[in-house]
């Protein structure tokens, strides 16, 4: 399901007048988000199984969004790095290093299947969209992610 999210708010942020066209006659706030007409910055991160019958077809669709982000953000990424992969969407959120915080250099909106539930620090966050259930310690530490 995270991925049709992702691949749905990639198809509807594709035209520079998205906003608009999505929310007509909504008041729209002036400042970043129409300055900006790559926002949101989206990412997504989630679990491979390896083992499973469509393992397959995850990794593939995994890659491709590896890449995407690879074109956006200049960087190399691969499943090989999916870990290091993860660290870059979380510096990017986190936005302490002098080099993520220059405009465009940022990440606006993650999907998250899980991973990022510890060791993760995006103060930037304000919204947290759950779609499953969580329960007990994952419920806490993923609302405790965007409660700070």
């Known amino acids: 399901m995270a991925k049709k999210y992702y691949r749905a708010i990639k198809e509807m942020t594709k035209e520079p007048d998205w906003l608009t066209k999505e929310f007509p006659n909504q008041p729209i706030r002036e400042g970043r988000t129409m300055e900006d ?21 995850q990794q593939e669709e995994m890659q491709k969004i590896i890449e995407e982000y690879n074109q956006y953000y200049d960087t190399a990424w691969s499943l090989a ?19 993520f915080k220059q405009f465009g250099k940022q990440i606006d909106l993650v999907i998250v299947v899980d991973r990022l539930l510890t ?11 759950v779609d499953r ?5 994952g419920l806490i530490q993923a609302f405790s992610r965007t409660n700070r």
């Open 81 to 99: 790095d999916i870990e290091r992969y993860n660290g870059d969407i979380n510096n990017r959120l986190a936005r302490k290093r002098a080099e």
């Open 37 to 57: 007409p790559d926002f949101p910055r989206i990412a997504i991160t989630y679990s491979l199984e390896e083992n499973s019958r469509d393992s397959s077809a």
């Open 119 to 129: 060791g993760f620090d995006a103060p930037t966050i304000q919204t947290l969209f």
């Open 133 to 137: 259930n969580l329960e007990y310690a």
